[in-house]
């Protein structure tokens, strides 16, 4: 069964660091999207991504953060400069046309020291 | 913005013991999602569920949208049931949409 798959499973990094967090989403999906859950709390969103675009960001997605599709199969989150408080686990999610069943990788957690 | 209540927020069980779980919703939604994160962190998803029932061997859920709930049945629950139960009510504005989750429910199934 196909499965979206994020790489690293584990980053972690120093505070004022830049981090690329890797997703393949599923391969006939076309809409992307990142999420993230800090340690103890709800799952949020940060950002939705479509005909290689942003369709919509959170709050949370700040200047700080950006999304690209590079290949045609990659979907990445870079956070420029990361804070103690970016520290979270963060999925990617893809969904096919047909329906609006999002299917979510294992995700990354990213410690930020 | 949409509030998304889960109950109750922890939930103790025996091994073999069957329970529900609540999810209620503040307006309107388009879709509904049940995932299980177990201890590894790991998102699996459950049921994709904007009305009515469905099952899937010991797991059954049900959605009623006019009255803006959903619910998640655990039959004869297992050690590997543990972990955290969340519903995700999906938005769709303007051409955008997102997943907005609940807090969750913690199970813990005891041998």
């Known amino acids: 069964e196909p499965e979206v798959t994020q790489t690293p499973s584990h980053q972690v990094t120093q505070m004022g660091q830049e981090v690329i967090l890797r997703c393949v989403p599923i391969?006939?999906?076309?809409?992307f999207y990142w999420y993230r859950q800090i340690l103890g709390q709800k799952v949020e969103f940060l950002v939705s991504f479509y005909n290689n675009e942003i369709s919509e960001k959170s709050e949370i997605f700040d200047d700080q953060f950006s999304v690209e599709r590079p290949d045609g199969s990659n979907f990445t989150l870079k956070i420029r400069s990361t804070k103690l408080e970016d520290s979270a686990m963060y999925f990617c999610?893809?969904?096919?046309?047909?329906?609006?069943?999002?299917?979510f990788g294992p995700g990354t957690r990213l410690t930020v020291t | 913005g949409i509030q998304v209540e889960q109950s109750p927020p922890d939930l103790i069980l025996q091994e073999g013991a069957n329970s529900t779980l609540r999810c209620n919703f503040s307006d309107s939604v388009n879709n509904l999602q049940w995932f299980h994160q177990n201890p590894w962190g790991q998102l699996i998803n459950l049921f994709y569920i904007p009305s009515g029932t469905k099952q899937n061997g010991r797991l059954s859920a049900t959605t009623v949208a006019t009255e803006r709930y959903s619910l998640l049945y655990i039959s004869s629950s297992q050690t590997t049931d543990s972990g955290v139960y969340f519903c995700a009510v999906l938005l769709s504005q303007g051409g955008s949409e997102k997943l907005v989750f609940g807090k969750g429910t913690k199970l813990t199934v005891n041998p």
């Open positions: 999610a893809s969904r096919g046309g047909s329906t609006a069943e999002q299917y």
């Open positions: 391969s006939n999906h076309l809409y």
